[in-house]
């Protein structure tokens, strides 16, 4: 065993992913589960695919690649690169896209190696990260129509992310009016709607998914158990699927505040302390190498936190409940951006127990 790790519950994240399995089924949603958080860390896949999911979706085709043998289909959500065409092509059927050169490029590579490969045109709905102008959309799909390497799935949208917008029936009602327009007008199937991400999952948790949207591409949800539009949990979801271990390194009574003059600290950003008297200080040896430290939750809700360098987390243990000592495992919550740099970090041991 080796520190820092991380932990992943299997039965409650078979559990968490049943769930939104099911929430799916019952609505007719279809969910791409977006797995990118765990880098595609094969064990982790065989766990989703034997909770039931056939549907994959990730950002990277390094990871893609990881699960070429997995489920039904696998989809590519971050916009192509030209110059990665030819692996986009290869490791996906489906890709999310907001370019009509990368499109063109998609659909050369598609000719050349023999695959099919659909096309989800992405629309930018008020969130400003990816996706065409609602009202280049007809131009676009008429030129996707006429490519013969790629056929045209379906029109999407994101939500929560660049410009933290929530998705609401308002926008969703007009994506799903978009697709009827353009199935109209080329007299095409366009099957897939995809109404956005975990962010719109209290929609569809509470029924009020707008008629029409066909797809959701959910990761969060199933990691962690929220939706994050309102940051609320979800049915039943376990908020608790990810566990972080780290350990203590040093444990001593030193000031809360430092003496001498302050310059900045090892990110170039001047610290400011809180004169808390002489405290118990816990170094643990997890840093920002490894994980985000400041978004890391303490499970003893009477630690906190001090401070990170690249190598060290700092941790006020004065008030915990439990007596440490050097060598003593200290248990975290991840949340999102915790989760996605612990599960990148080549010095942490992912684990499933
Ligand atoms: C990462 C990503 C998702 C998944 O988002 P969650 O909030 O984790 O559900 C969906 N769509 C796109 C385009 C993404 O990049």
Redo the contacts with the bound molecule.
């Keep these: 065993m080796s520190y820092p790790e991380l932990l992943i519950d299997r039965e409650k994240l078979i559990h968490n992913v049943r769930t939104i399995l099911k929430m799916g089924q019952d609505s007719n949603v279809q969910i791409h589960f977006?797995t990118?958080?765990l880098s595609g860390w094969r064990p982790f896949l065989e766990v989703l695919h034997e909770a039931g999911v056939e549907y994959f979706?990730d950002?990277r085709v390094e990871n893609l690649r990881e699960m070429s043998d997995l489920g039904l289909s696998r989809m590519m959500?971050?916009v192509p690169m030209i110059s990665n065409a030819n692996d986009v092509v290869r490791y996906s059927d489906l890709s999310?896209n907001s370019d009509l050169s990368a499109i063109e490029a998609l659909s050369d590579a598609a000719l050349a190696l023999d695959r099919e490969h659909g096309v989800i045109l992405m629309v930018e709905m008020g969130d400003l990260r990816e996706g065409f102008m609602p009202d280049e959309m007809f131009d676009v799909a008429s030129r996707v129509l006429n490519l013969r390497g790629v056929w045209l799935a379906g029109i999407g949208a994101?939500f929560?992310c660049y410009g933290g917008v929530i998705p609401e029936e308002r926008q969703l009602e007009e994506l799903s009016a978009m697709a009827e327009d353009i199935r109209r007008r080329f007299n095409v199937p366009l099957p897939i709607v995809s109404g956005g991400?975990?962010?719109s999952l209290y929609m569809l948790s509470e029924n009020r998914l707008p008629l029409g949207i066909t797809h959701l591409?959910?990761?969060?949800?199933y990691l962690l158990g929220i939706e994050?539009s309102f940051r609320k949990r979800l049915h039943d979801l376990f908020t608790d699927v990810f566990t972080v271990r780290a350990e203590i390194v040093e444990l001593r009574r030193k000031p809360s505040v430092p003496t001498g003059l302050i310059g900045p600290n090892s990110f170039n950003e001047i610290p400011v302390f809180e004169d808390r008297g002489q405290i118990w200080r816990a170094i643990l040896a997890i840093g920002e190498q490894d994980v985000r430290c400041d978004t890391l939750e303490p499970k003893d809700s009477t630690i906190a936190f001090l401070g990170a360098s690249s190598d060290y987390m700092m941790l006020d243990i004065t008030h915990a409940v439990r007596d440490f000592k050097v060598g003593d495992v200290l248990e975290f919550s991840p949340d999102?951006a915790a989760l996605l740099r612990a599960s990148t970090s080549p010095y942490v041991e992912k684990r499933l127990v």
Excluded at 217 to 221: F, I, P, S, T
Aim: hydrophobic share 25%; charged share 20%.
């Design positions: 977006v990118k958080c979706a950002s959500l971050r999310l994101n929560n991400n975990t962010g591409r959910v990761g969060e949800g994050t999102y």
